[in-house]
């Protein structure tokens, strides 16, 4: 690094000198691993991943680009362990020292497993692997649909075992890949592509064992969806016993082999005949003890059946019996109706309504007499209170005193009654009302003496 520019007089830049401390970093620093816990874990839609990496004493901000997050296995979280793989630069907006982070793994567990992990857990709480979802094989299918490779050791196994157990069955190949990049989208794609078909009754999805990554095409979600959605049962046939796929999980009956789920498909032919013949057996047997039964119940009521007429003669005398009590019953029935037909007759007669209406008539005459008579005493009563009354009113009234000679004044304007000379003026125009008429004056002069 040239140091002339730490002379004296040499004045650098903010710019200028991050840029300087950048370039001594980046080519020191190229290419290292790094190990630490995650926190500030953030994920903005640019598809950058951003996060700092810290240990008890000391921390870095990390940025891992789309470019290189976007082929995570896995999710990161806050509080995991790390080990990245990165360079370190400066960011020259904060001046501050970053590591661009070019792979990152899990600490103490790989990146396919924790992805495993993580994916697994996420669709059990979704319910994918519930086993209310679960659908039931067939127990006699007619075609079978695999979704395998075409050249893989898988489709020969299973092709093998079932012409060997059932050679009649009809089998529906979907070639696919069965590792490496787009191959879960084609297994995906496949499952959705035999749903539609018509007549599969059972699909077997499956290949044979390998490492990891050579099975992780079965592990993608897309895969475990599509099985998932499947309206057909699906058997998952992955790798050797051992081995465990999210595609297992998801499945409707996990193989432990393509060979095994070959053999659980279908029954062979010989289990299927040793089985009909072991029913044809139980059947014989079971129709030959119910026969056993039916002819023993047959001699049984032969013997204790009676001879017909001798029935016959005692349902006549029944029959007999029973209409004489008939009669009888009837005959008393009908007396005590007619006795009480009877009692009811007389008590309508006595009650009858032509005594009760002239009782009311002869009521109700003496009532409006007597209302009548009522009625013209408060006439009366109520006229002799109206003369009183009026009597009184016109002794009362003020046009009997302006007919003894007195007059009443009142002024022009106002129309106010004037009760003392000394609330007027010379001057004043005034009305006076008499007994008949009235007049309007002026007053000239004022006398204000005390009564």
């Known amino acids: ?46 598809g950058h991943c951003y996060f700092t990496l810290k240990d008890p004493g000391a921390q870095i901000r990390c940025v891992m680009f789309k470019s290189a997050a976007k082929n995570l296995k896995f999710r990161l979280s806050d509080g995991m362990k790390l080990i990245a793989r990165g360079r370190i630069s400066v960011y020259d907006q904060r001046g501050e020292y970053q590591l661009i ?61 079932l012409k060997r157990r059932f050679a009649s069955l009809n089998v529906l190949l979907y070639p696919v890949r069965v590792q490496g990049d787009g191959a879960a989208a084609e297994i995906a794609r496949a499952i959705g592509e035999m749903n539609r078909l018509a007549g599969v009754d059972v699909l077997i999805v499956g290949r044979g064992g390998g490492s ?13 969806r599509a099985v ?23 499945a409707d009956l996990r193989a432990p082999t393509p060979s095994a789920a070959a053999e659980l498909v279908v029954a062979s032919s010989e289990e299927l005949r040793s089985r009909i013949e072991a029913l044809s057996g139980r059947a014989r047997r079971a129709i030959q003890v119910l026969l056993s039964a039916h002819l023993s119940r047959l ?21 007999d019996d029973l209409t004489g009590r008939l009669e009888l019953a009837l005959t008393a029935a009908v007396s005590r109706r007619r006795a009480r037909f009877d009692r009811l007759q007389d008590a309508l007669q006595h009650n009858d309504p032509h005594y009760s209406i002239d ?46 000679g007195y007059a009443i004044a009142t002024r022009d304007n106002a129309r106010s009654v004037v009760t003392d000379a000394a609330t007027l003026s010379i001057g004043a125009q005034l009305r006076v009302k008499f007994h008949r008429g009235e007049a309007r004056c002026r007053v000239e002069s004022l006398e204000t003496g005390k009564t």
């Open 1 to 46: 690094m040239n140091t002339d520019i730490f002379s004296e007089k040499t004045i650098l830049t903010v710019s200028r000198l991050t840029a300087l401390l950048r370039g001594v970093l980046e080519e020191n620093f190229e290419q290292l691993w790094l190990q630490g816990e995650v926190s500030n874990l953030s994920y903005p839609s640019s």
């Open 101 to 161: 982070c070019e792979y990152v793994e899990p600490d103490g567990i790989g990146a396919l497993q924790t992805a495993f992990i993580q994916l697994k857990e996420k669709l059990a709480l979704e319910g994918l692997f519930a086993e209310a979802h679960k659908l039931p094989l067939p127990r006699f299918p007619r075609t079978i649909g695999v979704i395998t490779s075409p050249t893989g050791a898988a489709i020969h196994d299973i092709l093998h075992i």
């Open 212 to 224: 990891l990554e050579d099975l992780w095409a079965f592990n993608e979600e897309v895969v475990a």
């Open 228 to 250: 998932y959605r499947s309206e057909i049962p699906v058997i998952s046939a992955v790798g050797h016993e051992t081995d465990w796929t999210i595609c297992d999980f998801a």
């Open 299 to 319: 001699a049984s009521l032969r013997r204790a059946l009676h001879d017909p007429r001798t029935m016959l003669g005692h349902m006549v005398q029944r029959t």
């Open 359 to 404: 009782a009311f008539r002869q009521k109700i005459a003496l009532l409006t007499l007597r209302s009548e008579g009522l009625l013209v005493q408060r006439l009366d009563t109520l006229k002799q209170a109206f003369y009183d009354q009026a009597v009184r009113l016109e002794v009362l009234s003020p046009l009997k005193t302006l007919a003894r």
